[in-house]
């Protein structure tokens, strides 16, 4: 079995300091490492989709970096819109896989599993967008990954979501380029995807997409194209993809992120508890 843990929305701000006037996503964080580490099968590694900071600047990737530190897995890093990519390079340098050129675009091999991350950002805007030259990497990319299964990681999703705010900034080109892409192979299992703050999953391109929820506050559940632009704090969590190497399949899963009373046994002698 491979897993692999995702991660999403951050959101980290320098020490002190509150995301929207009121929010410290730091301990959500914190806690959301600590709920990792605590799992009963560790993953292989952890795949952070997106808006790692509230504003991309060096002092939130230091506390970022300080936060991220007791995960003891490789972590594999993309960049959301409210990230800058060179801050972000310059934060981790070791991390080879994003240094070079314009995106932050990688392939790498996870156990039985092909990550293929790809870049969605545009500088400077909330919206996101594929062009010419990252789908051409991609088509290359999967082309030279035949025969394993594969995961495509990626910030903005490629589908709506029927909450209309998020939809005026998801991805705004190359959807449909996407969607013609992926239904050419039949091994990827899954794309990944963060920016909404809550569990999604669509049928796409002859596979599945979703996103996951974020460590600290949730977008809002609204489907009104014209609902607020609001946040809420229910419960925080991230996504386990678990490849199920006998069935070749790819079993995803929703984590709770904290403590909770349990487990209890459901039974005692082999009798259900009365």
Known sequence: MTIIAQLTDLHIREPQKLAYGRLDTAPYLRTCVESVLALRQQPDAVVLTGD???FGRPAEYAHLRALLAPLDMPVYFLPGNHDDRQNLR????????MQNGEFIQYAVDIGELRLVALDTVIPQQSGGELCKARLQWLQETLEASEGQPVVIAMHHPPFRTLIGHMDKIGLQTGSNELAAIVS????IERIICGHLHRVIDVRFGGTIASTAPAPAHQVTLDLDDNAESTWILEPPGFRLHAWDAQNRVLVSHLAASGKFEGPYLFHEDGVLID
């Open 52 to 54: 790692l900071t509230d």
């Open 90 to 97: 310059a934060a981790f340098p070791e991390h080879d896989y």
């Open 184 to 187: 050419q192979y039949n091994n």
